[in-house]
Structures are given as C-alpha cells and as structure tokens.
C-alpha cells in the first residue's frame, strides 16, 4: 500500500501560507457513468430495506429504553461523569436512529438531550431532574409509539425540553 | 434526469459503534450499488483495516469508543505513517449543530451527512465526491480537502486565507 508522505511546511513559511494540493481523481476512473442501479429504482428498494427493518428497529429501541433505564438508575446513584457519559452515548445513538425509522420525537428529544449534557457551561452541574424529564418524555414516545411528529401535547413537551435546555446553556 | 453511475468497483469502509447503524448502512450502500463494503465499529478498528486494505471511500460515524471519528479523520490526514492520506472521508452523525459541522470541516472531512439516514443524501454525497473532488489544502493548521464548497477554478474576492488563517470556508 503506497503510503503518502503529508505535505510539509516551509520553515520560513508566513501565516498566510498554504499549497493547494490537485489530485488525480481516481474515482472518476472506477466509477463507469452508466449501467449502473437506476437512482430511483435504489431509492425505493433503500425505503423497502428501512420498513423492513423497522420491526428490528422497535425491538432494538425496547432494549434501548431499558438500557437507559439501567443508567439513569445508576446516574441517580453514582452522580458520575463516566455514567452520564455513557447515558449520552446511548441516547445519541437512539437520536440517530429515531427520525430514520419514523420516530422524530426521540431523535428531537435526544438532541436535546444531548445538547443539555455536552453544552452547558462548565460551571454547571447536571441537574439530574432535568435529565429524568428527557427519559419520561423518551417513555411516553414509546409506550404511546408517537410515530412522525406526534400530537400538539408531544409538540409541546418537546418545545418545552428545548426551552429548558437553552435557558441552561446559557 | 437521474445519471446511474456504476459504483461497483468502489471499496467501501463503514465505520459505526453500532451494529444496527451499520447493518442499515451496509444494505442502503448495497441497494444503491455498491460492491464492496467493510465494517469496523471503531476509529482504531478501521485504522487497522486501512493499514491491510486499500479503500475508496470512508463512512464514519462520529460518537464512538475508543476512538471516535474525528480523531480517525485526524490521524487518517494527519499520521505520519497514514495509509490513505487523501481518501474521501464521510462524516455520518446523528450531530446537525453547526459548530460540529465546522468542526468537522476543521478536521479534514469531505462531506457532512446528518442522520436521519437516506439512501438519496447518501447517493448525492458520493456523486458529489465522484464528479466534484476538491483539491486539498495544506496551511500551517490545517491539512484536508480545500474547505471553500464551490470548486471554483479562481477565487475572485479578498483572500481571507491571508488575514484569517484558521477561518472555516463554506
């Protein structure tokens, strides 16, 4: 494997330096511009290939929310960063997966989530209160299965999160 | 009207902590034609794979233990011995906070992908890396594709390169 050396900077080089590297485009080469899958034709087997995983995808957000169960038991215990830490990164995975497979509340509520642990100005502790209300909200948009955006109460306890959250970033 | 370029001959590798994530990355990139594709559930494990294989593209999550990706993204650009310098790296995040896709422009990837995960985003990222490759920019700070989006030929407007060394260019 050719290995590239990284381009090195002029000892006597001024803030303003920089070189602009052209390369070969080598993809453009391995790419061949036709016969390949017809875009939209893929675009609908990639939803089929989404619905189909959809019940797997249910399945894996019960054992997530019992998961975040475990930790948030633990967190209230423990207090400890490495707990929260972990707490974060499982509820930033279920924000990815949410809106994927149809359910945007618990990846909204999770980027709040999120924002709220990762954010706040260091001077402020995590207010454990504050990460139970976005575990409950996480509960109610399972056990209910709010799929797309939910009803004017999900739209409102959401909105409320975020209010929260900015106020405490701050 | 739609180009079905053939991506058969592209080598994949898609890098996520989670095995669900990565599933339904494999099989939307397979829907959309792709031939070939590797996983590693970690900067360190895809480091690894990169050092044995050669590849054509990169997918990475960005939260993940032990090694996240923007630290594989800065080792990959960075490392004295990397072992794929100037791969197309795609940074696929559950984050959509503007300062962590300036921070990822920052770093030296190519393109920013925010979850909710869709096979045309994902379609669009790839022909953009395909048709439109950029030239990589060495400053003192800062090592990746050049971070001004338009791949003008000549940029006509105040060098700000000049004045602010560490400006994020969109």
Redesign the interface.
């Known amino acids: ?1 050719a ?5 090195e ?1 002029p000892a006597d ?1 001024s ?9 070969p ?4 080469r ?11 034709k ?2 609908l ?3 089929a ?2 619905k189909q ?1 959809t019940s ?2 249910i399945d ?1 957000l019960a054992e997530d929310i019992q998961q975040m169960n475990v930790l948030a038991a633990k967190y209230r215990k423990d207090n400890s960063e490495e707990t929260l830490d972990r707490l974060f ?1 499982l509820i ?2 279920m ?6 497979f149809g359910f ?1 509340l618990i ?1 909204e509520i ?2 709040h989530f ?2 709220y642990v990762r954010e706040r100005p260091k001077r402020k502790a995590v207010k454990p209160a504050l990460v139970d209300q976005h575990l409950k909200a996480m509960h109610v948009v399972y056990n209910q299965s709010i799929k797309g955006s939910g009803d004017e109460i999900s739209q409102a306890v959401v909105n409320a999160l975020a209010e929260v959250v900015d106020r405490e970033l701050a | 009207m739609s180009k079905n370029y053939d991506f058969k001959n592209l080598r994949v590798l898609v890098v996520d902590d989670c095995k669900f994530m990565r599933g339904i990355l494999e099989r939307m990139l397979q829907a959309l034609g792709l031939g070939y594709i590797r996983v590693a559930s970690d900067g360190i494990s895809a480091w690894e794979l990169l050092c044995t294989e050669d590849f054509d593209l990169i997918i990475t999550d960005w939260e993940m233990e032990p090694e996240d990706g923007a630290s594989l993204v800065r080792r990959i650009r960075l490392d004295p011995d990397s072992p794929a310098r100037y791969i197309p790296v795609v940074m696929l995040t559950g984050y959509t906070e503007k300062a962590k896709v300036m921070n990822a422009r920052d770093i030296g990837i190519t393109e920013f992908l925010a979850k909710p995960l869709a096979a045309r985003s994902l379609h669009a990222r790839i022909m953009n890396i395909v048709d439109n490759p950029r030239p990589f920019v060495r400053t003192a700070s800062f090592f990746g594709p050049c971070r001004r989006r338009l791949n003008l030929p000549s940029f006509e407007g105040a060098d700000r390169r000049a004045s602010e060394l560490d400006a994020v260019e969109i």
């Open positions: 494997m290995r590239e050396k990284l381009p900077i080089a803030k303003s330096w920089h070189a602009v590297i052209d390369r485009n080598d993809l453009s391995k790419v061949l511009k036709s016969g390949g899958v017809e875009p939209e893929a675009f087997a990639a939803d290939i989404v995983m797997e995808y894996k990164r930033h995975n924000r990815g997966q949410g809106a994927t945007p990846t999770g980027r999120c924002r």
